[in-house]
């Protein structure tokens, strides 16, 4: 397994005429859903054609992205990172979740087509494109990789209100 630090990639950037590659898909949050049980959650996404992205959220992720008391007045931290940021005149352009060494993780490039590309996990990436109204792409890989299973029974609504 390779470790260090991730090489740039080429479609984190606007491609000619604004348009972006065709290796990414735009994505749109279609909800949040609470396990019932245990309180983890996950991230639901579409993009315009369809398809469909689930990102697994730990109990406190899921907490702080559905307006929930984390801490009382304690800021989380994705929220004092993106002001840090905004007070450094560093603005993260977007967001792009793909896949490395075999993991669903989170691109997030600083200061548009010239700036840095930094990693993250998957759910961390959620939590600043959500809480920094920042542009989240998806790439095909990590498209056909967190494609949720086929339901287990036609009509079914998930019995037991958990979601795993």
């Known amino acids: 397994m390779k470790r260090g630090k991730p090489s740039p990639r080429p479609w984190l950037t606007a491609a000619r005429g604004g348009r972006y590659a065709t290796s990414v898909k735009r994505l749109e949050l279609t909800r949040i859903r609470t396990c019932k049980r245990c309180g983890r959650g996950s991230a639901e996404f579409a993009s315009a054609d369809g398809d469909r992205l689930v990102v697994p959220l730990d109990p406190v992720r899921t907490r702080q992205l559905t307006g929930g008391a984390i801490a009382g ?24 979740l793909d896949i490395v060494d075999g993991k669903l993780c989170g691109l997030v490039s600083l200061g548009g087509t010239d700036g840095d590309v930094v990693a993250c996990t998957a759910d961390e990436a959620v939590a600043l ?34 979601i795993h």
């Open 73 to 96: 007045d304690v800021p989380s931290l994705t929220d004092v990172v993106l002001e840090r940021l905004a007070a450094a005149n560093v603005v993260p352009s977007e967001i792009v």
């Open 129 to 162: 494109a959500l809480r920094g109204d920042i542009r989240l792409y998806a790439s095909e890989d990590a498209l056909a990789a967190t494609r949720p299973p086929a339901p287990k029974r036609a009509g079914g609504t998930g019995g037991t209100g958990t």
